[in-house]
């Protein structure tokens, strides 16, 4: 908490895994103000953080086939994600990032 990522400015190109649930929107408006980076997010697409940050922002949507699977601090394997993920580009070096990726999934443009 002393090292709040939402407290501190952001340069240059950011990876982004937010925390989920209702903190996402505060993560995801600050990556659509920074404008230069990828956020990992589950792809509710109807959702309060999807359409400000997402649809009003974003480059590009890459949906990730199936479910991903995260893995422990311990290094097992865990469960498999609670919804489908989507990868979600701020800026055209991004959106090629997503392009080239070799991820088995779909990328959406948007204008």
């Known amino acids: 908490l002393a090292d709040n ?3 501190k400015p952001w340069a240059g ?3 982004l895994n937010p925390p ?3 903190q996402t929107d505060k ?3 600050m990556l659509a103000q ?3 980076g990828i ?6 697409t109807e959702t309060g953080s999807f359409f400000p940050w997402v649809w009003d922002y974003a480059k590009a ?3 990730i086939k199936g479910r991903l699977r995260f893995w422990t601090k311990e290094g097992r394997e865990g469960g498999p994600a609670g919804a489908p993920s989507v990868l979600v ?3 055209e070096r991004n959106v090629e990032a997503l392009r080239q990726c070799g991820i088995d999934g779909k990328l959406v443009t948007l204008t």
Not at 39 to 44: E, Y
């Open 61 to 63: 949507v890459f949906f």
């Open 39 to 44: 956020a990992l997010i589950f792809a509710r």
């Open 27 to 29: 993560w995801m408006e």
């Open 89 to 91: 580009a701020y800026g």
């Open 5 to 7: 990522g939402l407290t």
């Open 20 to 22: 989920y649930g209702n």
């Open 34 to 36: 920074h404008g230069n």
């Open 13 to 15: 190109r950011v990876w």
